[in-house]
T-cell receptor, first 115, second 113 residues
Framework: ETGVTQTPRHLVMGMTNKKSLKCEQH?????MYWYKQSAKKPLELMFV???????ENNSVPSRFSPECPNSSHLFLHLHTLQPEDSALYLC??????????????FGEGSWLTVV | AQSVTQLGSHVSVSEGALVLLRCNYS??????LFWYVQYPNQGLQLLLK??????LVKGINGFEAEFKKSETSFHLTKPSAHMSDAAEYFC???????????FGTGTRLQVFP
């Protein structure tokens, strides 16, 4: 069983839909991340949360809205997306962000297709 | 700013042959360096990491990497490729203040029988 669980694994949504991606970590970590993986592009860090507080928003469009209700759960709310937002969205966690060298653990990702 | 460059987006080897995946980094301070592997339809899994202890780092599945400061490199090697090694491999760097990882563009490894 993976320590970081993402649901749904696959999502197809229209440009006017509202949907959410969910991530849960069972590792007792305090930092959680959203990454975007598109074809032929490096992984892009989107958001970072540390102890439920957002510490980084990497110039992500407002149609992506993260929510971190506690250190174990992270959501990515999606609204009015564009076809170019189709990608694999990876959730990850680490012990915290203040101790460098910590391993970041990834979930299996949510494949998003915007039609 | 930190960055990593992975030379070769695709590498093909025969089963049993040496695997060499190249990674060069750019960092103004001693970095932490990582190799992750992504199998089809899965997330990223840590293979190994360098955090300034021994310069030769051994990881899972028989992989290892050597940190060479003079060459700013952290190449990944495995003496004998196995069919199950076919995957995408990502090199990443982080600085000593945060866990934020900067990834390379990845190298897809194909292993032929």
């Amino acid at each position: 069983e993976t320590g970081v669980t993402q649901t749904p694994r696959h999502l197809v949504m229209g440009m006017t839909n509202k949907k959410s991606l969910k991530c849960e970590q069972h590792l007792g970590h305090n930092a959680m991340y959203w990454y975007k993986q598109s074809a032929k592009k490096p992984l892009e860090l989107m958001f970072v949360y540390n102890f439920k507080e957002q510490t980084e928003n990497n110039s992500v469009p407002s149609r992506f809205s993260p929510e971190c209700p506690n250190s174990s759960h992270l959501f990515l709310h999606l609204h009015t997306l564009q076809p170019e937002d189709s990608a694999l969205y990876l959730c990850a966690s680490s012990q915290d962000i203040s101790s460098s060298g910590n391993t970041i653990y990834f979930g299996e990702g949510s494949w998003l297709t915007v039609v | 700013a930190q960055s990593v460059t992975q030379l070769g987006s695709h590498v093909s080897v025969s089963e049993g042959a040496l695997v060499l995946l190249r990674c060069n980094y750019s960092s103004s301070v001693p970095p932490y360096l990582f190799w992750y592997v992504q199998y089809p339809n899965q997330g990223l899994q840590l293979l190994l990491k360098y955090t300034s202890a021994a310069t030769l780092v051994k990881g899972i599945n028989g992989f290892e990497a050597e940190f060479k400061k003079s060459e700013t490199s952290f190449h990944l090697t495995k003496p004998s490729a196995h069919m199950s090694d076919a995957a995408e491999y990502f090199c990443a760097v982080s600085d000593r203040n945060t866990d934020k990882l900067i990834f390379g563009t990845g190298t897809r490894l194909q292993v032929f029988p």
